[in-house]
């Protein structure tokens, strides 16, 4: 535990470390490459909640990503446009505004998680994770078909959404914006898991029969998570957008939910700061190999496989027990 | 009947022709140790999982202290008061047995869905937990991971887990199975002392520790009570002889 919080220390400094570089050097691409670490980072932590540290396999989060990102989308959309949103029972507009877009994302992502967690949680095992994919898939399926906001194609918004007394196009000021948000998701996390609650969940992926026998009504703590979880996605969902200036039905794809898996997978599955070292060595695999290669992701699979072979507990899993066996 | 903490009447199980309980009807009373023994597969562990709601049963009824918990899923019947032990130790493994008496505490002390207080800083739920810990004898190894305690730990934390929960009545499935000759002894002095708040339905193959305890015995064979009394009245029962204690006592 000492060891793992040294190297929390250490992820935080490189993630002030690289994008100063990127000032340094006059190299913006690096920061807009932190950012998206920083992003994914984010929606892995979602994830981690439910997949990490309370057993749920949603293959749906996706799901999240996406409702979050078109939230912004089609907020943003019509603002540009000065388009109303909808006009009964009363007129309302788009907004270009990320403090008002934000709490927008959040709702009506914890709103989905919501639904989908109510109707998915009564399943488990291999039928959660089809169920979870299906609502996703539902929704890819929904965007594809709704050329109001691009069908296929996307959704360009061409100006990043603002925030007062902060130029968001500035890849620095927008790193710094992103960077808020997933220390106030660890946060969250950190205390989430520390809570009482937290114990409840926790408990449920190692022994849910005993901690019913307990008098914890399971289904209530697992839809909880699955909400809390689905949301801190959904906002990064959001900030994507914002990151892109774009939004497509690919957010929704059930590869987004796959790669958001391998975040937390490769990084380390229970593990606070796991999903952001996986979705770094992600991008950092993406950027290297792809470089060489159209197919880096042939390597990101074998890796995989290594990593779920022997490696378990993910990256921060490795390093840990290295140091242990030099101490 | 105003005696009675716990009524079951005529209940029964079936998969298929199979008849896994058949119009069982025990009861418990207060102050009261009533103890269930039966061969293997005679319908012990499943009547266990029927009283407490993981198995439902096609007919009968569960009166619980004046309360018909017939309807009752497990959960709601473990909130109001029916706490037991599994036949094979079922804890939480990757927490210290520490914090499995907290985890046990939770519910009662409606502390579940407290999401941002830390449970560490908790000093009522920490300090309660050690006590029970100490009646348990297990608290010197307060920090100690569940998976890593003893066979026989692992069943004292299991029996802590139940007494946490400060329950109406206790289901004990084979609560010294393992234990040795001090452990068993430990659990007999507890279960003396604990049968006066909560009574307890104890399910045991240690012959010894049952006619020490038990206030009354039940025999079940093929899923049906075939004899019921107290412990002298068993004992000289030809027919618990015949079809379990095979000796005489």
């Given at each position: 535990?000492?060891?793992?919080?040294?190297?929390n220390?250490?992820?935080?400094?490189?993630?002030?470390?690289?994008?100063?570089?990127?000032?340094?050097?006059?190299?913006?691409?690096?920061?807009?490459?932190?950012?998206k670490?920083?992003?994914?980072?984010?929606?892995?932590?979602?994830?981690?909640?439910?997949?990490?540290?309370?057993?749920?396999?949603?293959?749906?989060?996706?799901?999240?990503?996406?409702?979050?990102?078109?939230?912004t989308?089609?907020?943003?959309?019509?603002?540009?446009?000065?388009?109303?949103?909808f006009s009964w029972?009363?007129?309302?507009?788009?907004?270009?505004?990320m403090?008002?877009?934000?709490?927008?994302?959040?709702?009506?992502?914890?709103?989905?998680?919501?639904?989908?967690?109510?109707?998915?949680?009564?399943?488990?095992?291999?039928?959660?994770?089809?169920?979870?994919?299906?609502?996703?898939?539902?929704?890819?399926?929904?965007?594809?078909?709704?050329?109001?906001?691009?069908?296929?194609?996307?959704?360009?918004?061409?100006?990043?959404n603002?925030?007062?007394?902060?130029?968001?196009?500035?890849?620095?000021?927008?790193?710094?914006?992103?960077?808020?948000?997933?220390?106030?998701?660890?946060?969250?996390?950190?205390?989430?898991?520390?809570?009482?609650?937290?114990?409840?969940?926790?408990?449920?992926?190692?022994?849910?029969?005993?901690?019913?026998?307990?008098?914890?009504?399971?289904?209530?703590?697992?839809?909880?998570?699955?909400?809390?979880?689905?949301?801190i996605?959904?906002?990064?969902?959001?900030?994507?957008?914002?990151?892109?200036?774009?939004?497509?039905p690919?957010?929704?794809?059930?590869?987004?939910?796959?790669?958001?898996?391998?975040?937390?997978?490769?990084?380390?599955?229970?593990?606070?700061?796991?999903?952001?070292?996986?979705?770094?060595?992600?991008i950092?695999l993406?950027?290297t190999?792809?470089?060489?290669?159209?197919?880096?992701?042939?390597w990101?699979?074998?890796?995989?496989?290594?990593?779920?072979?022997?490696?378990?507990?993910?990256?921060?899993?490795?390093?840990d027990?290295?140091?242990?066996?030099?101490? | 009947?105003?005696?009675?903490?716990?009524?079951?009447?005529?209940?029964?199980?079936?998969?298929?022709?199979?008849?896994?309980?058949?119009?069982?009807?025990i009861?418990?009373?207060?102050?009261?140790?009533h103890?269930?023994?039966?061969?293997n597969?005679?319908?012990?562990?499943?009547?266990?999982?029927?009283?407490?709601?993981?198995?439902?049963?096609?007919?009968?009824?569960?009166?619980?202290?004046?309360?018909?918990?017939t309807?009752?899923?497990?959960?709601?019947r473990?909130?109001?008061?029916?706490?037991?032990?599994?036949?094979?130790?079922s804890i939480?493994?990757?927490?210290?047995?520490?914090?499995?008496?907290?985890?046990?505490?939770?519910?009662?002390?409606?502390?579940?869905?407290?999401?941002?207080?830390?449970?560490?800083?908790?000093?009522?739920?920490?300090?309660?937990?050690?006590?029970?810990?100490?009646?348990?004898?297990?608290?010197?190894?307060?920090?100690?991971?569940?998976?890593?305690?003893?066979?026989?730990?692992?069943?004292?934390?299991?029996?802590?887990?139940a007494?946490?929960?400060?329950?109406?009545?206790?289901?004990?499935?084979?609560?010294?199975?393992?234990?040795?000759?001090?452990?068993?002894?430990?659990?007999?002095?507890?279960?003396?002392?604990?049968?006066?708040?909560?009574?307890?339905?104890?399910?045991?193959?240690?012959?010894?520790?049952?006619?020490?305890?038990?206030?009354?015995?039940?025999?079940?064979?093929?899923?049906?009570?075939?004899?019921?009394?107290?412990?002298?009245?068993?004992?000289?029962?030809?027919?618990?002889?015949?079809?379990?204690?095979?000796?005489?006592?």
């Open positions: 535990m000492i060891i793992e919080k040294f190297f220390k250490w992820i935080m400094f490189f993630l002030i470390l690289i994008p100063s570089c990127g000032v340094i050097f006059d190299e913006p691409y690096f920061i807009t490459l932190a950012t670490v920083v992003i994914l980072g984010i929606a892995g932590i979602g994830l981690n909640l439910a997949l990490g540290y309370c057993g749920l396999i949603s293959l749906g989060h996706a799901a999240f990503f996406g409702i979050g990102g078109y939230i989308g089609i907020l943003s959309f019509h603002a540009l446009n000065d388009e109303v949103l029972p009363l007129a309302v507009s788009g907004s270009s505004e403090l008002i877009i934000w709490p927008i994302a959040i709702l009506v992502s914890a709103l989905f998680s919501f639904i989908i967690g109510l109707l998915s949680l009564r399943t488990s095992g291999v039928y959660f994770i089809m169920i979870t994919l299906a609502f996703a898939q539902m929704l890819y399926f929904f965007s594809i078909s709704w050329p109001n906001y691009g069908g296929e194609d996307g959704l360009s918004i061409y100006m990043r603002s925030f007062p007394m902060v130029n968001t196009m500035d890849p620095l000021s927008f790193y710094v914006i992103s960077l808020f948000w997933l220390l106030f998701s660890i946060f969250i996390s950190l205390r989430l898991i520390n809570s009482p609650f937290g114990m409840s969940f926790q408990a449920i992926k190692q022994n849910e029969e005993r901690v019913k026998s307990v008098g914890i009504e399971t289904f209530k703590v697992k839809l909880l998570v699955f909400v809390i979880s689905g949301t996605t959904g906002l990064a969902g959001s900030l994507y957008t914002d990151l892109n200036r774009f939004v497509s690919t957010v929704l794809d059930w590869h987004t939910s796959g790669e958001i898996m391998v975040f937390v997978i490769l990084g380390g599955m229970a593990r606070l700061y796991g999903p952001l070292v996986g979705a770094a060595f992600f950092a993406e950027q190999l792809g470089s060489y290669t159209e197919n880096w992701q042939f990101l699979g074998l890796i995989l496989i290594l990593v779920i072979l022997y490696a378990r507990s993910g990256i921060l899993g490795l390093f027990k290295k140091l242990r066996h030099e101490k | 009947m105003k005696n009675k903490i716990l009524n079951i009447k005529n209940l029964s199980k079936s998969y298929g022709a199979f008849k896994v309980t058949d119009e069982i009807a009861d418990l009373n207060f102050d009261e140790i103890a269930l023994i039966g061969p597969g005679a319908g012990k562990s499943t009547l266990i999982k029927q009283i407490v709601g993981s198995v439902k049963h096609d007919i009968g009824s569960i009166v619980l202290d004046q309360e018909d918990i309807d009752l899923n497990d959960v709601e473990a909130k109001i008061g029916i706490s037991r032990t599994f036949q094979v130790s939480i493994p990757k927490f210290s047995a520490l914090d499995n008496i907290i985890l046990s505490l939770l519910d009662k002390s409606k502390e579940t869905f407290q999401i941002f207080k830390s449970i560490r800083k908790n000093k009522e739920l920490d300090a309660k937990a050690k006590k029970i810990l100490r009646e348990i004898e297990l608290f010197d190894k307060s920090h100690i991971l569940a998976s890593e305690l003893s066979h026989g730990d692992r069943r004292k934390l299991e029996v802590g887990l007494l946490a929960m400060d329950p109406k009545v206790f289901l004990f499935d084979e609560p010294m199975a393992g234990l040795d000759e001090s452990g068993t002894k430990m659990m007999i002095n507890l279960f003396k002392k604990i049968k006066t708040n909560s009574p307890i339905l104890l399910i045991e193959h240690d012959m010894d520790a049952v006619f020490a305890l038990a206030d009354r015995v039940s025999v079940i064979n093929y899923g049906k009570i075939v004899a019921t009394g107290t412990a002298d009245q068993i004992k000289s029962n030809v027919l618990v002889r015949d079809v379990y204690l095979g000796y005489e006592i």
